[in-house]
């Protein structure tokens, strides 16, 4: 299965289009971080069709922070120069929007200039976890007595479950039966 999924940002402005047969196709560049640290950021195309198109150009935009779930594909495209290029592009299936803090505390929330600016106040909890319990034993089968530990626990045959059917040995080898 060709599934990939990227932490990406985006840096082309995502372009609406319509085939002639008025599908929606959207197309961005975005870039992500290379695998080792000093290595340039790659960019790839992102191409998103029929409602996801429309979904990917009204609600993100350059700057943007990102995951995009989808598949890669490689595209041979014929450059003025007279050689043939490869493009890797990828073909939105979901996105999600990468949101830095989601968790946000009152003190980190914006507040106009005329408006007082709340204090957090700080609660400290005094929630302290139950202290486990011995539970008694309701039963007593399988459990050996706790002031003996000498005794091994009796060990029960317990005929084996298998859903194959009983093999029978045979007794004499098969004449006809040649390895090879």
């Known amino acids: 299965m060709n599934s990939c999924i990227l932490m990406v940002e985006i840096v082309k402005e995502p372009e609406l289009r319509f085939t002639p047969d008025g599908l ?3 197309e961005m560049l975005v870039q992500f971080s290379g695998l080792r640290e000093g290595e340039p950021a790659a960019n790839l195309k992102v191409v998103g069709w029929g409602n996801m198109a429309k979904e990917i150009q009204q609600n993100y935009h350059v700057g943007d922070r990102i995951l995009v779930e989808g598949r890669l594909g490689m595209h041979t ?3 003025p120069e007279g050689f043939k290029e490869k493009r890797a592009e990828l073909t939105v299936q979901k996105i999600y929007p990468l949101v830095a803090n989601l968790n946000m505390d009152e003190s980190f929330v914006t507040t106009p200039p005329s408006a007082p600016v709340p204090t957090p106040q700080k609660t400290v909890s005094s929630y302290e976890p139950p202290v486990p319990a011995a539970t008694p034993a309701t039963s007593n089968v399988g459990v050996a007595s706790q002031n003996n530990y000498s005794q091994p626990l009796p060990q029960t ?5 298998t859903s194959y059917p009983p093999v029978v040995p045979n007794p004499e080898p098969d004449v006809d039966d040649i390895p090879f």
């Open 24 to 26: 929606e196709i959207t």
């Open 77 to 79: 495209i014929d450059r």
């Open 157 to 161: 045959s317990k005929p084996e479950r």
